[in-house]
């Protein structure tokens, strides 16, 4: 009697079995919640969709981003769809309910953003959305909160000190040749890319670093020089896009980049210059002109900023969208730092040729 009362116990409370859409179920659950914890505190994957950052990094490199070098930044849109893009289809189906907004915070993480660093962070001028439901973008970090940022010929200097250039970095040159036709497979080799034909014996070309002597010595090569931008060519188009800075993409600044803590004085060249930052960034309602200046609706001559700011450029000089156009980088949009190109596709190649082998698992520099 013992025994049979043990095994009908036992009987009773056997759990019942899960069924085969509920184990998978299960399974796929665990995944999201382990990628996503995996995605948003120790590293993501990206994809590079533009030349901006050649030769450094090419269009088809797939990224590994480490968000634990500078700390993981905390959701500030909780509620989205993992691992889509902010919006989806052709109709910009958004992936996100912006209803809910958390302040922004980040975990202590191995260090902080170094000059010189690959950096990916979150696009600045989409101010319609979320700030963690910005575009991705990847760019060289130039200069830190507080620095002094001077661009003279092309050539950027940081507290008077000009920042070193990285072997693969590009940028344009007009190149004179003595009409004989350019080899393709020389071009090829060397990373060197046609812009455009100005005449028959005149090009404007973007070439490496690291190709320019190389490419200079050649037997039909007669001159290369730089495409440089002077300051009686201002650009309207560049950063703060106001007629009060005769700067261009090439000769650029000076300019003070934001720091936590920095007090500025109120004029018409600053608030032109840190407008943005003070107004979309901050949140701080800023009006007025000459000697008169109100903030939030307060009479001001100074200002105070109220968190860090960074300057991003592309390597590939003439073919990059950043911080010349579109200014400083806040901290809350910084993601992660570009450690290792885990694969590289080239499209305009065959099946058989399309990886570029020499790419796997090089380190980001």
Same mark, same amino acid.
């Given at each position: 009697m013992k025994g049979l009362f043990s095994a009908k116990n036992k009987i009773a409370t056997a759990k019942?079995?899960?069924?085969?859409?509920?184990?998978?179920?299960?399974?796929?659950?665990?995944?999201?919640?382990?990628?996503?914890?995996?995605?948003?505190?120790? *590293?993501?994957?990206?994809?590079?969709?533009?030349?901006?950052?050649?030769?450094? $990094?090419?269009?088809?490199?797939?990224? *590994?981003?480490?968000?634990?070098?500078?700390?993981?930044?905390? #959701?500030?849109? #909780?509620? /989205?769809?993992?691992?889509?893009?902010?919006?989806?289809? /052709?109709?910009?189906?958004?992936?996100?309910? @912006?209803?809910?907004?958390? #302040?922004?915070?980040?975990?202590?993480?191995?260090?902080?953003?170094?000059?010189?660093?690959?950096?990916?962070?979150?696009?600045?001028?989409?101010?319609?959305?979320?700030?963690?439901?910005?575009?991705?973008?990847?760019?060289?970090?130039?200069?830190?909160?507080?620095?002094?940022?001077?661009?003279?010929? =092309?050539?950027?200097?940081?507290?008077?000190?000009? @920042?070193?250039? #990285?072997?693969?970095? $590009?940028? /344009?040159?007009?190149?004179?040749?003595?009409?004989?036709?350019? @080899?393709?497979?020389?071009?090829?080799?060397?990373?060197?890319?046609?812009?455009? $034909?100005?005449?028959?014996?005149? *090009?404007?070309?973007?070439?490496?670093?690291? =190709?320019?002597?190389?490419?200079? @010595?050649?037997?039909?090569?007669?001159?290369?020089?730089p495409v440089v931008a002077l300051r009686q060519q201002a650009n309207r188009s560049v950063f703060p896009q106001s007629d009060l800075f005769d700067w261009t993409e090439d000769n650029y600044g000076p300019v003070r980049i934001p720091k936590k803590g920095l007090t500025i004085s109120l004029n018409d060249s600053t608030v032109a210059l840190y407008k943005t930052a003070i107004q979309l960034d901050e949140h701080n309602l800023i009006t007025g002109s000459g000697k008169d200046f109100y903030v939030n609706n307060k009479k001001a001559s100074t200002y105070t900023f109220q968190q860090n700011y960074y300057w991003m450029m592309g390597d590939n000089r003439h073919n990059s969208e950043d911080s010349r156009y579109w200014g400083f980088v806040p901290e809350d949009h910084i993601v992660g730092k570009a450690m290792i190109t885990w694969l590289s596709l080239d499209d305009s190649e065959n099946i058989l040729n399309r990886v570029r082998w020499s790419r796997i698992f090089k380190p980001i520099n």
């Amino acid at each position: 009697m013992k025994g049979l009362f043990s095994a009908k116990n036992k009987i009773a409370t056997a759990k019942p079995k899960k069924s085969k859409s509920r184990e998978w179920l299960d399974a796929i659950l665990f995944a999201v919640i382990a990628s996503s914890i995996i995605r948003g505190l120790l *590293f993501s994957a990206y994809a590079i969709p533009t030349g901006s950052m050649e030769s450094t $990094q090419l269009v088809g490199d797939y990224l *590994f981003v480490s968000k634990l070098a500078y700390g993981p930044r905390m #959701p500030i849109t #909780p509620l /989205s769809i993992p691992f889509l893009e902010s919006t989806v289809t /052709s109709s910009k189906i958004k992936t996100y309910w @912006n209803g809910l907004q958390l #302040p922004y915070y980040r975990l202590p993480g191995l260090g902080q953003v170094e000059k010189g660093d690959v950096v990916v962070f979150n696009y600045p001028p989409e101010k319609e959305k979320p700030v963690d439901m910005r575009t991705h973008y990847i760019k060289r970090c130039q200069a830190l909160p507080g620095d002094v940022l001077l661009i003279i010929n =092309s050539r950027v200097y940081v507290n008077g000190m000009k @920042n070193g250039l #990285p072997a693969e970095a $590009q940028t /344009s040159y007009i190149v004179k040749t003595d009409g004989e036709s350019l @080899n393709p497979q020389l071009l090829k080799d060397l990373k060197i890319e046609v812009r455009q $034909q100005l005449s028959l014996i005149d *090009f404007e070309m973007i070439i490496p670093a690291k =190709s320019l002597d190389d490419f200079k @010595n050649r037997e039909n090569i007669r001159s290369v020089k730089p495409v440089v931008a002077l300051r009686q060519q201002a650009n309207r188009s560049v950063f703060p896009q106001s007629d009060l800075f005769d700067w261009t993409e090439d000769n650029y600044g000076p300019v003070r980049i934001p720091k936590k803590g920095l007090t500025i004085s109120l004029n018409d060249s600053t608030v032109a210059l840190y407008k943005t930052a003070i107004q979309l960034d901050e949140h701080n309602l800023i009006t007025g002109s000459g000697k008169d200046f109100y903030v939030n609706n307060k009479k001001a001559s100074t200002y105070t900023f109220q968190q860090n700011y960074y300057w991003m450029m592309g390597d590939n000089r003439h073919n990059s969208e950043d911080s010349r156009y579109w200014g400083f980088v806040p901290e809350d949009h910084i993601v992660g730092k570009a450690m290792i190109t885990w694969l590289s596709l080239d499209d305009s190649e065959n099946i058989l040729n399309r990886v570029r082998w020499s790419r796997i698992f090089k380190p980001i520099n």
